[in-house]
């Protein structure tokens, strides 16, 4: 006997597709999935992956619906000045309807991978958030092991908007880090470069060697170290991860503070 033809009932139960609204710009996904009942939306991203040292930032954002045209020029972090993601960062903690920020030390980085350490950081700060969202929008790549339905968005960070703003927090939050950890260690121009691997900073690894704020799994800083050792240069660094600014318990949010290096802090 031949396969059944399914009955018009059974079709009636396929659910209807999803319509992404170009027209609707930065705010089409939350657009199109809040359309279907599953709002709030949260993106998620995270600052400071590729950089070899200083702390890995996650931050999660639920944007408040009917907000287009307070955040029009929203895009990736990267893309925006230094003035421009400020502005923005001001105005996102004052009117998004709820975010997180999850800071991971190198410590951890070192101890889990990047990618490991990612991952968890966005789970976590999605976790912080003060009610679960109705879905979750990531930039780029799947984070398994979230409670709510998710999806990863290619360049999510320049075509979703509550991306876009996870971005935002995400980059002025480790920038501000950054800017302090360059007071405390000062000689790598952490002010400068935020930790990447610029000729700036592998000079002053060179002629410096690692402090506790590099990421030691990283080839560059491991090597450095090696080529130091070698030479009979003593490491007299401070312990990995002890600078006052991971020990330090400071508050996030509004008012231009910064969550201390391994905190999580939410709206």
Known sequence: MGRPTPTAPTLWLRPPRAVIRRSRGLWAWESALSRHGLGPVAGVDEAGRGACAGPLVVAACVPRPGEDARWAGLTDSKLLSEPARERYYDLIVRRAEDWAVVVIPPTEVDRRGVHAANVDGMRRAVARLAGPPGYVLTDGFRVPGLTVPSLAV??????????????????????????????EHPGYGFAEHKGYCTPVHDRALAERGPCAEHRFSFVNVARARAVRAEAGVVHNSPVHGSSSVAARVAEGGAGGRVPAVGSEVSA
């Not at 979703?160 to 007071?183: F, H, P, Y």
């Open 154 to 183: 290619p360049k999510g960070d320049l075509t979703a908007a509550c991306v876009a703003a996870a971005s935002v927090l995400a980059k002025v939050t480790r920038d501000r880090i950054m800017a302090e950890l360059d007071g």
